[in-house]
């Protein structure tokens, strides 16, 4: 397997199928995305949250995503590039909206509204729980497809049970700032059921596909402020559902100086072994 890192930035590199300009063109604005290489057949979520981002971002470049709701109704096939289809609903001077479908021959495999704005003055206030320091270097860790630095002292592969919470700082190579949104997507697709699965003693994130079945069927995020990912940041998440065969999880992501810069939520597939 290729340099993870540089593997992924090549996947947020898009390219052009179709130019985005005129903003009042007619018809969608098409990109193509590669995908990782990686040791299974199919994709990533998190690698199309991440090209969801860049394809809205080369849309719409002089405003910057707000918010962002994905559907994934099929699973991608790793061995065949994704062509991002981008709909403009809206496009006003401070407001953009929209519309990008993900597709394969197989059909559609994800779907994306996408919110957009040029960003305001205005006054700030927020409340959230105050953030501990960094951790140091003892804390340092391992969460499979994340290719920077991770600190944490919980262990979602553990299989004793704990409360639904997870907290883990990371902090990418030194980067271009304007990738902070698209590898933040792709970092929040990670952990969010193994959250979900703690308190359930016997059960962990290694077992989807043999002690249970996960998918995730929609994720959402919100992007608050600028941001750098080479800067530490604070992921803090909760699930505080399973019900019907599902579970749900929402977190937020936090600066250094516990500035909340983006928060998100994630709702998937998740059938467990019969009592």
């Known amino acids: 397997m290729p340099d993870l890192w540089n593997d992924l930035l090549a996947c947020l590199d898009l390219r052009a199928d179709s130019p985005a300009d005129?903003?009042?063109?007619?018809?969608?604005?098409?990109?193509?995305?590669?995908?990782?290489?990686?040791?299974?057949?199919?994709?990533?979520?998190?690698?199309i949250l991440g090209q969801f981002v860049r394809a809205a971002e080369a849309t719409c470049p002089t405003k910057r995503v707000k918010s962002l709701h994905a559907l994934f109704p099929r699973e991608g096939k790793a061995s065949e590039p994704v062509r991002y289809e981008v709909t403009r609903q809206h496009a006003g001077r401070s407001f953009a909206t929209l519309s990008i479908v993900a597709r394969q021959s197989s059909g559609v495999i994800a779907t994306a509204s996408v919110?957009?704005?040029?960003?305001?003055?205005?006054?700030?206030?927020?409340?959230v729980d105050a953030v501990p320091p960094v951790l140091g270097e003892d804390d340092r860790a391992r969460v499979d497809l994340i290719p920077w630095e991770i600190r944490t002292t919980e262990d979602l592969n553990s299989y004793e049970s704990s409360p639904p919470e997870y907290e883990m700082w990371m902090r990418t190579p030194e980067v271009d700032p304007a990738l902070a949104p698209a590898l933040t997507a792709y970092a929040t697709d990670l952990t969010l059921i193994g959250t979900a699965l703690r308190p359930l003693e016997g059960l962990a994130q290694t077992g989807n596909g043999t002690v249970f079945t996960s998918a995730v069927t929609s994720h959402t995020l919100w992007f608050h402020r600028p941001f750098r990912t080479d800067e530490w940041l604070l992921l803090r998440q909760h699930s505080p559902?399973?019900?019907?065969?599902?579970?749900?999880?929402?977190?937020?992501?936090?600066?250094?100086?516990?500035?909340?810069v983006a928060s998100f939520a994630q709702e998937a597939l998740l059938r467990l072994p019969r009592p």
Not at 30 to 40: D, I, K, M, P, S
Not at 115 to 127: A, F, I, K, R
């Open 22 to 47: 005129p903003p009042e063109a007619a018809g969608p604005v098409v990109f193509e995305g590669r995908n990782q290489h990686l040791e299974y057949h199919r994709l990533f979520g998190g690698q």
């Open 115 to 127: 919110s957009m704005h040029v960003g305001e003055d205005g006054p700030e206030l927020q409340t």
């Open 241 to 260: 559902l399973i019900a019907h065969g599902r579970c749900f999880g929402r977190g937020d992501v936090l600066d250094e100086k516990g500035t909340l």
